[in-house]
């Protein structure tokens, strides 16, 4: 989580792009290795952010 905040916390649109993510979170501790993934592969978790932010645009 520490690693998400940092990515998105500084961006003005940090409200609707934690609204977006917090759901697909919630859906991904059900299954630890996504989330490890994410962990693992800074660009996964990039991308992930990169694809909430363009649903706003």
Known sequence: MPLLMSEVCFRDDILVIFSRLVPLLLGLLKCNIYLELLIK???ALHHLIRMC???IK
């Open 41 to 43: 592969y800074h660009e």
């Open 53 to 55: 932010i363009a649903i």
